[in-house]
């Protein structure tokens, strides 16, 4: 397996039957955790512009060539996104001393809204979608966690300062 394989399908996630897309969201859950306890937000978020970065490339090259340029294998894109996500709750974890598990209504609500997001394509995920080429497969993801983040923020000021729970 290549180096952009071994990338582009996150360590192989990327071929597990069904939903691979599912299963790379899945995969990003317990790295993203392992991220934020060994340094918290900053790594999280470096990581997170680090493996964008790495998933163009490698989509670009497991792309090069062939007709298919959003093989469902590929699975960085779902990781980038999720960890988008995830900053919601890595953040205010970090920055207030609050260990992320407490977090945990957080990284459902990421987890769900980043699928939903991923698979219904509203609006500029949607767009992004369109691109073709590596950019648009990382785009629409990016963009999906973006949405999702802003989700499990509203969703979390609903519900603490509304509801008060």
Known sequence: MSIASLIGTFFGTGHLRPAPGT???????????????????????????VVSALGYWATAEMTRGKDNHDPSEIVIDEVAGQWLAIWAISYPAWSHDI????????WVTAFVLFRLFDIWKPGPVGWADRKHGPMGVMLDDIIAGIM??????????????????
């Not at 790295?31 to 900053?42: E, I, K, N, S």
């Not at 260990?99 to 957080?106: E, N, R, V």
């Not at 999702?148 to 729970?165: D, K, N, P, R, T």
């Open 148 to 165: 999702a983040a802003i989700g499990v923020a509203a969703l979390a000021g609903f519900s603490h300062g509304v509801l008060g729970l």
């Open 99 to 106: 260990s992320i598990t407490a977090l945990w209504p957080g």
């Open 23 to 49: 299963w790379g969201s899945l995969a990003a859950l317990p790295a993203a955790y392992l991220l934020h306890q060994l340094g918290g937000f900053p790594l999280l978020a470096l990581a997170t512009l």
